[in-house]
């Protein structure tokens, strides 16, 4: 028997359970950390409102902060929830610690492999298919909680719709509210001690309601919780009211300025064939098409010659028609404080694909803002007019322009994307915290499980969940949004739609709320299908287009394959455990 010290002793026997969960549930955290964190401060990273290692320390901070004040109650539904623990009383204590090892590793080996494949499984859906794994091969279907098991297999539809519609509903408010608003600036500051006020409500009555026994929560009567919630979003309000509010409506007026002056003048720098940068004024017509374009010399004057092999190149382009003026896009100019400075031509070519056009308030021509390499695909094709009658290819390539077109149109105003990127911080810190609280569980639910039972000798479990444990795993997340979490942070958000700081408010509001309800309520749901659900009902509501629906159509196949690839894992280990035990 090994003493911990004077209050804790672990028989011999299945310490090296004990020692091997601890290693398989930090690994599992890490692998959290890398996966799941990201979807939180994925959205405010590419909109540039955080730096990757602000997100980091934001990160770690609210992951750790939810895992220790609500994480308990999902983590108790994990080990005594999903399983009858009572039929391992009297003497088959080490097979259910057993069983919890093997559920740790048939969660941690599918994550792994998922993560490799950068597949979007839910960690909530492996960790509570590898338990029910062990318990199939211990006790047959007697040992599993079916009842429990079906309001988890519920939410897990559920949620993603709840999360959809809150964040759908949201952003009609906020469209109606403030973005559709000739000058959306002053609505959007009367409402932002509002928004504030309402997410600190939310975090700080999940955090008091039925609260953290060690804590001593729990003793606060409801009214106790009600006066502390409300009190504090109160106090919220107000600061927000008379100290951020001026202050925000000062930095972003500046920041407004900046992007207007920007837009009076944009110019676009462009790449001729000899890799010699220039710098273009485009007035123009802009229209998105997928074709087939002609490179094309061009002399001074202006006269366009063919390319001598008259070589066509397939590309995702925008067509520049002319308007009239004395330039045109294939026409390098140079930009100086006086006006524009010509330069003598060059033979340019321009094949290229340029971001969402900017209005100019001084004219009705859209201004191009850069030059985007990333969204040029050019292959080179000698008879590329019948390479592009080719049904397979071209109703792909009709899909992915068509999205194109409709992410193109998806922008807010600058006064909006200020405003909203504020409120992005909080959003993601608030989206950090729920997912502490709800899947931190994942990983240690099944390690306090193996813990307790080895300290208690008992695997009724009555001790509370260690606060310390909690702090392990929120402590592995930490590390693995660290290390791994930066390469990985740009979320699928990214890819199933396009996101704007407006909507990106709105889907983590939507999403957030929905987990943090479930974590209250102690069902442990999915904080990736919140996510999914709410990025899809947002993205639909600005544009059907928007949405890449093969994308979501992979994810939600992902779900589905999770449970039994985990379970199955998980009940490989647990036979080969039992042939050795």
């Not at 010509?342 to 900017?358: A, C, M, W």
């Amino acid at each position: 028997e090994i003493k911990m010290d004077k209050m804790v002793s672990i028989p011999e026997d299945v310490l090296w359970m004990v020692i091997v969960g601890f290693i398989i549930a930090f690994i599992l955290s890490f692998a959290i950390g890398a996966n799941d964190v990201a979807n939180s401060f994925g959205t405010s990273v590419g909109a540039k409102v955080l730096t990757l290692r602000q997100a980091c320390i934001l990160g770690t901070i609210f992951e750790i902060l939810g895992a220790i004040l609500i994480g308990y109650r999902v983590s108790d539904t994990i080990r005594k929830g999903i399983i009858d623990v009572t039929l391992y009383k009297n003497g088959s204590e080490d097979v259910l610690m057993a069983g919890n090892v093997a559920a740790l590793t048939g969660s941690c080996v599918w994550l792994v492999v998922a993560t490799v494949l950068s597949l979007p499984v839910s960690t909530t859906h492996s960790i509570v298919g590898a338990t029910v794994g062990f318990s199939l091969v211990v006790h047959g279907t007697k040992g599993v909680n079916w009842i429990k098991m079906a309001s988890i297999f519920g939410s897990w539809f559920i949620s993603p719709l709840l999360s959809g519609i809150v964040s759908a509903l949201t952003f009609l408010l906020v469209h109606h509210l403030v973005l559709k608003k000739p000058k959306p600036l002053e609505p959007g500051l009367k409402l932002l001690p509002i928004f504030y006020a309402l997410t600190a409500a939310i975090n700080l009555f999940s955090v008091f309601y039925k609260g953290s026994h060690l804590l001593h929560f729990d003793k606060i009567p409801l009214y106790g919780v009600l006066i502390l919630t409300f009190g504090s979003a109160l106090l919220v309000a107000l600061l927000v009211k008379f100290v951020f509010t001026p202050w925000y409506r000062k930095r972003i007026l500046a920041e407004v300025a900046k992007v207007k002056d920007k837009e009076s003048l944009s110019s676009i720098s462009v790449d001729n064939e000899f890799g010699k940068s220039r710098d273009v004024l485009v007035q123009s017509s802009v229209h998105m098409a997928h074709s087939s374009v002609k490179e094309y010399d061009v002399d001074q004057s202006g006269t366009k010659y063919p390319l001598k092999d008259d070589k066509e190149t397939d590309v995702l382009y925008t067509e520049v028609e002319e308007t009239g003026t004395p330039f045109n896009a294939s026409t390098p100019l140079k930009s100086s404080a006086n006006g524009i400075e010509d330069k003598t031509p060059e033979k340019d070519t321009l094949t290229t694909s340029f971001s969402t056009p900017l209005s100019n308030d001084n004219s009705d021509l859209p201004l191009l803002e850069k030059y985007d390499e990333s969204k040029v695909f050019t292959k080179n094709n000698d008879d590329s007019k019948n390479s592009s009658s080719s049904s397979a290819s071209s109703s792909t390539e009709d899909e992915e322009t068509k999205r194109m077109i409709a992410r193109e149109n998806v922008k807010d105003k600058p006064e909006c994307v200020a405003l909203f990127s504020f409120l992005q911080i909080l959003t993601a810190t608030f989206g950090s915290f729920a997912h502490g609280g709800n899947d931190v569980s994942n990983s240690i639910g099944p390690l306090v499980a193996v813990w307790l039972i080895g300290t208690e000798g008992s695997a009724l479990q009555k001790a509370q969940t260690p606060i310390w444990i909690l702090f392990y795993g929120g402590f592995g997340i930490a590390i693995g949004l660290w290390i791994y979490g930066r390469r990985v942070i740009k979320t699928m958000g990214t890819d199933l739609a396009k996101i704007t700081p407006s909507s990106g408010f709105c889907i983590e509001i939507g999403s957030a709320l929905t987990v943090l309800i479930a974590s209250n309520i102690g069902i442990p749901i999915s904080s990736t299908h919140c996510k999914v659900g709410s990025v899809v009902a947002v993205g639909r509501v600005r544009s059907r287009e928007n949405v890449d629906w093969k994308l979501f159509r992979n994810i939600a196949l992902a779900w589905i394959v999770t449970v039994p690839v985990s379970g199955g894992i998980s009940a490989l280990t647990m036979f080969i455990f039992s042939l050795v035990m």
